[in-house]
Every structure is written in C-alpha cells, then in structure tokens.
C-alpha cells in the first residue's frame, strides 16, 4: 500500500471529530423551532390538566396539536425537523386528525362534578 492512497477510517473516529460544542448544540436545538413551539403548547396544556382543569388544558393540548399540523403544513420540508415523519400530506393528515379528536374529546366529555 503507498502513502498516496487514503485509509479508511472508522466509523469511531468520523463520529469523535463531529463533537458537538455549546455554539452547534444550540445551532441544532434551534433548528427544531416548529417542533418545540408545539411541543411548548402542549407541555403547557399538561401543566393546566396538573392544576385541576381538565377540560381547560386538554383544549390547549389538542391546539398544541394542531399547531404541529399547521406547522408541518406550511414550514418547508427542510427546516420541519422532527415534525417531518413521512410524507408532508400524511403528516399533516395524522396530526390534524389527532388535534381535532383530541379537542372533539375534550368538549364532549362533562366537566368532573
């Protein structure tokens, strides 16, 4: 073998130069945007359900839903990032569905007496 050929290296030492530092990590939380707003509104929505009011803050859970699905519909492909599971139309399906049943849910079930 001569020196003008390249080594393969392994998969160990590609994956030990890409060490995140605290300027990308912040760079690849940030290109989460629409995946956190959502995710925002429906740990807040919990946190009301936590306090006693069901039906309050299962609506807000099913609006956090929601948003994901407006997100995913509207936010390019490349930048949904983990609102991007399979195709935009399946996506966008799964999540409406999932928000409109939740809220359909949330406004038929009676308030605890």
């Known amino acids: 073998m001569s020196d003008a050929t390249p080594r393969k290296r392994s998969r160990w030492a590609v994956a030990a130069e890409r060490r995140l530092t605290p300027a990308s990590w912040f760079q690849a939380v940030f290109r989460q945007w629409p995946f956190l707003i959502a995710l ?22 099913a609006g956090g839903v929601c948003i994901a699905a407006f997100l995913r519909m509207v936010v390019p492909s490349e930048r949904a990032g983990l609102l991007q599971v399979r195709s935009r139309l399946l996506d966008v399906l799964t999540l409406a569905l999932l928000g409109g049943g939740t809220l359909i849910a949330a406004l038929i079930v009676p308030p605890p007496s």
């Open 40 to 61: 925002g509104v429906v740990i807040g929505g919990i946190i009301v359900v936590a306090n006693d009011h069901f039906k309050r803050g299962t609506v807000i859970i």
